[in-house]
């Protein structure tokens, strides 16, 4: 059926599957928030408001993106490259993905609400940091660093430490790995003009670089529990944490990068997942 096939290269594009990277850190400042269960009002629509905004900003970055999916052969299987998916399609699906973002917000309180307009923006404008700036990893990990802010946000409307330190830790974590994805594009990047830190830097570099971060995720993951004042069963998950980002860089080596995919998503939607089990423990 022509609808069924229709979503399904909806879900593609927007690569629904990658909504484990932000939905967990939601409900882990939404918990946290609350001290144990958010409720479900506050749940069910923290979790549309999540998918929403995410499905909108990954539509919009294929959007944005067209041209240069077009000429990548890497990316040249995409919906909306081979015509699954039209323009216009995907400029209606944007709307409607707004608007029930927004609605979502609007039922969760007002700050969500008044925050709703200036999020959409924040994520449509990071698909043309990488025209200009190798900082566009750290945009990305900022943009998905916003998750557990706004899971505290759905519960009581405050910036405490905890969800501040989340969200660095968050931002690391995405920027790490986003470096280690964009190695496969360097040579795409360079001549086609964009901008990433393995472009600009070398593989080698990029590497360290995305250690770097990584390193940054286990000492702020660390001190979230420590100002939540969580209990002994988050720090050993947060053990496990950092295992699994020790196995993640192990698998990748300058001169072999076969085992992106599996580093990048496979490994990062456990991390997620994981600490957020961490955090139910705990609480």
């Known amino acids: 059926m022509p609808f069924i096939a229709k979503s399904l290269a909806l879900t593609r594009m927007v690569k ?16 946290l928030a609350a001290g144990g269960w958010p409720g479900w009002r506050s749940f069910l629509l923290l979790t549309l408001a999540m998918v929403a905004v995410r499905s909108f900003a990954m539509a919009f970055n ?13 990316t040249a299987t995409r919906p909306l490259v081979t015509g699954a998916i039209t323009v216009p399609e995907t400029a209606l699906f944007l709307l409607a993905t707004a608007l029930v ?11 969500c609400l008044l925050l709703a307009l200036p999020t959409l923006a924040l994520c449509a404008c990071y698909s043309y940091v990488k025209r200009f700036s190798w900082l566009c990893h750290f945009v990305l990990g900022a943009v998905l660093g916003l998750a557990p802010v706004a899971g505290w946000f759905s519960v009581q409307p405050a910036l405490p430490i905890p969800v501040v330190v989340l969200f660095f830790g968050v931002l690391f974590w995405v920027a790490g790995f986003d470096i280690l994805y964009a190695c496969q594009d360097l040579a795409f990047d360079r001549a086609t003009g964009l901008h990433s830190i393995p472009a600009r830097f070398g593989i080698g570099p990029a590497l360290l670089l995305s250690t770097f971060c990584h390193v940054n995720t286990a000492l702020f993951f660390l001190l979230a529990g420590l100002s939540a004042w969580l209990g002994k069963s988050y720090y050993l998950v947060w053990i496990a944490v950092c295992g699994i980002l020790v196995w993640e ?35």
């Open 101 to 111: 973002f927004i609605a979502a917000c609007w039922g969760l309180n007002r700050a």
């Open 249 to 283: 860089h192990a698998l990748i080596e300058e001169n072999d990068l076969s085992r992106v995919n599996l580093a990048f998503f496979t490994l990062n939607g456990a991390i997620s997942i994981v600490l957020f089990g961490g955090v139910l423990f705990a609480l």
């Open 62 to 74: 294929r959007l944005a993106d067209l041209k240069f999916d077009r000429a990548n052969p890497r």
């Open 16 to 31: 629904i599957e990658h909504s484990v990277f932000a939905l967990p850190f939601a409900y882990m400042g939404a918990f």
